[in-house]
């Protein structure tokens, strides 16, 4: 293995690719000439969420929304028009910068006409507005550069409804309405910790720190267009930011140590930054060292600033799983349930660690009272994921209790809402091992693989059961 450069290294490099996205930005929204000032066009704003952004460094989470249009319904159209020329002309529309439930986008890039009107709107207008509304991010507007932007097409008859929860890669979110007046029904943004879905009518903006964990709500009919462009600051190279995506990445590549020191300087930098707290928590946590992931945990949860029910309870749920008595890890998870009733995540939370005291305590763990935990988890569960988690969660309880048949078909409940993890075809594998299916547990082992395949522990299970039905070299055939 090469030796990882050092943080003082990357914080250069930091600087340098921060330069060069800015001096990118430029080149493809250069300052007009003509920029309309925003005072022409007299928008009121409103909160949809408020909280943080009062000091220097916290991530303010709020939501912001314009009251009126801050563009015309034909600029909106001349937008969608040019994507959507582009998108026939050969390119289509790209799917694949999300990886489930994808909305279609076309990137910027493609789309010459709308650059030159969007470096208009955005020096003159744009920029004013996002510095009013988030004074501690963009102290001056002539620092606004757009680092990325997508026209982002909902289309209900292609299965393309919604984007998953997610934050973006950048400093400030532009999010602009190019349709609405009955396209479509549901849709907007959803800010996980806003009172309300933010829906803009045709023309108007919607903004956020890219901080703030967001999702595109699903349309339930028709076709919604939205503008999005992701913003950075010339004045602001952002080495917290930085540092927590590089430690997350290095989180995920299992360069555990690494993600640690990354992490930690993500925190010496900003240390409001409670993602890299969270994600400190759970690269302890993998570690092996529950106390100091708890420590980290409790930070996350110490900066609980107005900074959402969610983050909080990810904490929560987070210190429940690290908490070595089942009963305490309950107690915590109640909390999280106790902090925000309508959070499908801390449902799950709960009943999880509920059937985990009731097997510590009873040495069972599916009980009335858990498989009723499990079902309430169910009925929040917004998402698929949420969905697929709950029901993958009853079924390990289920099969804890020895009720393979009920395990199997929880498993596989799980797989119908989202068919992309590989632990639950593992666990839907050993199911039918267990039921004496072997050629069915061999294909879905075989899934599993598929999915994830450095997952050591779901290999050996599967090469067992394969040197079990006499075919050992099952999965060897399979790379
Ligand atoms: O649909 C929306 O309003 C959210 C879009 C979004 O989050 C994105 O494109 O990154
Ligand atoms: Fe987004």
Redesign the pocket.
Known sequence: ATTPPSLGARRAAHVQAHAKQCQDALALYPPTESARALGTTRVTTRAIATGGGGGDRGVPVGVLSTNEPVFSRDACEAVIAEAEAEAAAGGGWSTTRHSRHP?A?VSLERLPRTRAWLSTELHGCLAPLLSTWFPALLPEPSALRVLDG?V?R?LWEAGQIE?PT?R?GSLL?I?IALNGDGAFDG???LVEHAAERAVAQTGGV?AHASAAR????PIRRGVRY?L?AFCISAANVEHGRRFLEEGVALAAAGRLGEAEATLRAAIGDDPSLQAAHFNLGHVLRAKGQPSRARASYEAALSLDGGLGASRYQEAIIGLASVLPRAAAALAVAQRAVAADGASAEARIALAVHLSAAQRERVGAAAGAEVLAAFDAADELARTDEQRADSRHQRARALFADNLVAESLSQFELSLSADASVAQVHAGRAVCLFELGRTDESLAAFAKALGLAPADGEIRAQGEAVAAYAGKPAFFRSRQ
Not at 214 to 217: R, T
Request: aromatic share 10%.
């Open positions: 909305a986008d997508f982002v909902y984007l997610h973006d979110t999010n849709g907007g943004t919607i967001h999702a595109g709500a939205i999005v």
